[in-house]
T-cell receptor
Framework: GDSVTQMEGPVTLSEEAFLTINCTYT??????LFWYVQYPGEGLQLLLK?????DKGSNKGFEATYRKETTSFHLEKGSVQVSDSAVYFC????????????FGQGTRLTINP | DAGITQSPRHKVTETGTPVTLRCHQT?????MYWYRQDPGHGLRLIHY???????DKGEVSDGYSVSRSKTEDFLLTLESATSSQTSVYFC?????????????FGPGTRLTVT
């Protein structure tokens, strides 16, 4: 079945460090891919998305590229801030089952000043 | 902000009691969803609705039922709560955006079953 695997957390970085959170997926066809962010005590917010191979989603300095050949959608940011501390979820929307998201387990990120 | 509210925001209940969580949206979205969030599992789909009185099961539907009698309200009921249903519950809507759809989430309900 469809699934998403994220790198194990928690991840702790210093401010201004480079961030990568790995995400790989298993799905038939060409799913849409998403990154969501959850700040403490809040619901999930859509961070970015990509709908086809080689698309790059970007928002708030974060980027992720849809790589069909490696079935990956890694999240990157060049210089993280303390305010980026949150839990990040990778998710996919299978093409055969529109609008039903499959989530990874989440990666907790802590940025120290 | 997709105009989604959830009530209650926090609830503590005893094993064996019925519990109903409410999701309310103000923007006439057709699709609505209930997820639960547990450490190590991310979010898992419980049930979803694709219109008034039209619902279907997700991957973790056992022990849960839903109802949607109005477009704006989607109710999740635990008929007889168990400790394994202690979780944070999120409601979501789906709306078209460019190519495909995007889901937006409510603030969540933290349920503790003692």
């Amino acid at each position: 079945g469809d699934s998403v695997t994220q790198m194990e957390g928690p991840v702790t970085l210093s401010e201004e460090a480079f961030l990568t959170i790995n995400c790989t997926y298993t799905a038939t066809g060409y799913p849409s891919l998403f990154w969501y962010v959850q700040y403490p005590g809040e619901g999930l917010q859509l961070l970015l998305k990509a709908t086809k191979a080689d698309d790059k989603g970007s928002n708030k300095g974060f980027e992720a590229t849809y790589r069909k050949e490696t079935t990956s959608f890694h999240l990157e940011k060049g210089s993280v801030q303390v305010s980026d501390s949150a839990v990040y979820f990778c998710a996919l929307n299978p093409p055969s089952r529109a609008q039903k998201l499959v989530f990874g387990q989440g990666t907790r990120l802590t940025i120290n000043p | 902000d997709a105009g989604i509210t959830q009530s209650p925001r926090h609830k503590v209940t005893e094993t064996g009691t019925p519990v109903t969580l409410r999701c309310h949206q103000t923007e006439n979205h057709r699709y609505m969803y209930w997820y639960r969030q547990d450490p190590g599992h991310g979010l898992r789909l419980i049930h979803y609705s694709y219109g008034v009185k039209d619902t279907d099961k997700g991957e973790v539907s056992d022990g849960y039922s839903v109802s949607r009698s109005k477009t704006e309200d989607f109710l999740l009921t635990l008929e007889s709560a168990t400790s394994s249903q202690t979780s944070v519950y999120f409601c979501a809507i789906s709306e078209p955006s460019g190519v495909g759809y995007e889901q937006y989430f409510g603030p969540g309900t933290r349920l503790t079953v003692t």
